[in-house]
């Protein structure tokens, strides 16, 4: 989300974690140099505050179960492996992301999980992979930060949106809509998806009227008005947490709601908001395909355990925080040492599939392939994930999901496709 740039390329419960910064696993102090290569250190610098801060559960539960079964298989070249959280902020207030880059470096962090919004990248990218730190999203999708120059330190496990935007707009279109009104988040994220599915979409026979609103705004009855003045048999709303305030202006000015397309930054449960119902027949996408109810358990107890009297409802971008740890940790055990350097030099060699590979899909297979000698291509909960020279997942999954009358949503099919 961009709710996933020379080479390449609420939350008062949450924010309280963020002060606190807890480390999950065992917390190294300062070592010599030798031992210190030998250590992995990863800082999650994620939104617990901001118009993002609702996908934070879902990647902090993914991550920490990550960490959690890369201990309980002996860790990373002996030891344990501990993770920080750091808050990201949203695109509002990106001095938030800059202090929280800053202290990573300072603290000797090996690999950063995060930014989530693409926009917040944008404003720290340059200063962890200046730093030889690797820098792993679990959901950016800004098509541009595939080109950014950061000396190959930049990965990211979802796909950019130049795959999610085609997607969307063919569903739209598969469903008839010939007269398609966008309206979209004046940020990097809904400027850059608005682009590839505005495009998909005029290339499709379809007239497509776009509308901006500043990224947290509150206020839709001016541009609700534009919008169904032009007369639209179906919206796209690209926005994050901003799309509460528009679907009850939708509502009250008549559109159908059946007629909603949303996108990874706004298909979440709305079960609770008044306006649930609203929403029967709506459609999402979400990178990533199908999330298996064994793994779902996993994260809902996970997240249950730290967060004590909590649930975890939605799972988007879980399963692409646990790979991007898990790919981290593999790639520091085949390289030997537990370095910025070292691991950027082997996360595409573990993602790929190769002759004389050894394809696993848990960390404590892999390291016992790496420790027979063996190479090993890891494949995760997200799918094969396959980094390119740009670190992006080569092939990607797409799920379209389907609103019921009770504001929740189900997987209906998944789309394969490349970025």
Same mark, same amino acid.
């Given at each position: ?35 210190? %290569? ?28 990550? *960490? ?8 990373? /070249? ?64 800004? &098509? ?16 950019? %949106? ?12 598969? %469903? =008839? ?32 009227? *776009? ?9 839709? %009855? ?9 007369? &639209? ?20 000015? =008549? ?56 649930? /975890? ?79 992006? &997942? ?26």
């Amino acid at each position: 989300m961009s709710i996933r740039i020379t080479r390449r390329k609420a939350l008062g419960a949450v924010a309280a974690v963020a002060a606190a910064s807890l480390a999950i696993g065992v917390s190294m102090p300062a070592n010599a140099a030798g031992a210190a %290569d030998k250590t992995l250190k990863i800082t999650s610098i994620l939104p617990l505050t901001g118009a993002l801060a609702f996908l934070y559960p879902p990647m902090e539960a993914g991550a920490s179960l990550a *960490v959690d079964d890369i201990n309980a298989a002996g860790g990373v /070249l002996g030891n344990k492996v501990s993770i920080n959280w750091k808050d990201s902020g949203d695109g509002t207030n990106l001095a938030v992301s800059t202090q929280s880059a800053t202290a990573a470096i300072a603290d000797g962090t090996d690999v950063v999980l995060g930014a989530a919004a693409s926009g917040v990248t944008r404003n720290i990218i340059n200063q962890i992979t200046g730093a030889k730190i690797v820098e792993i999203s679990p959901s950016n999708t800004a &098509p541009d930060l595939s080109t950014w120059n950061d000396g190959g330190y930049y990965f990211r496990t979802a796909p950019s %949106d130049m795959l999610q935007g085609r997607i969307a707009a063919n569903q739209i279109l598969q %469903d =008839g809509a010939q007269n398609v009104a966008v309206m979209y988040a004046n940020n990097s994220y809904g400027t850059g998806l608005m682009n590839v599915a505005k495009s998909q979409l005029s290339a499709g026979g379809a007239t497509v009227k *776009v509308f901006s609103f500043p990224e947290a705004e509150t206020n839709f %009855d001016s541009i609700v008005s534009q919008v169904t003045a032009s007369n &639209p048999d179906a919206v796209l709303i690209i926005s994050y947490d901003e799309t509460k305030k528009a679907l009850p202006a939708l509502k009250a000015a =008549g559109f159908p709601g059946g007629n909603i397309y949303l996108v990874d930054g706004n298909t979440i449960d709305y079960s609770k908001d008044s306006f649930a119902s609203y929403l029967a027949g709506a459609q999402g996408t979400i990178p990533g395909g199908a999330t298996t109810d064994a793994f779902k358990n996993r994260l809902k107890a996970k997240y249950a355990k730290l967060h004590p009297g909590k649930t /975890l409802s939605d799972f988007t971008y879980a399963a692409e925080s646990y790979d991007a740890i898990v790919l981290a940790a593999l790639a520091a055990q085949s390289a030997g040492k537990a370095t910025g350097a070292a691991i950027k030099g082997q996360l595409t060699n573990v993602s790929l599939a190769g002759a004389g590979k050894v394809t696993v899909t848990s960390f404590a297979a892999g390291l016992k392939a790496i420790k027979a000698g063996k190479k090993v291509n890891y494949d995760g909960f997200s799918g094969p994930v396959e980094f390119d020279k740009n670190g992006d &997942p080569t092939g990607a999954f797409i799920g379209i999901y389907r609103y019921t009358s009770k504001g929740t949503n189900v997987l209906v099919k998944t789309v394969a496709g490349n970025k």
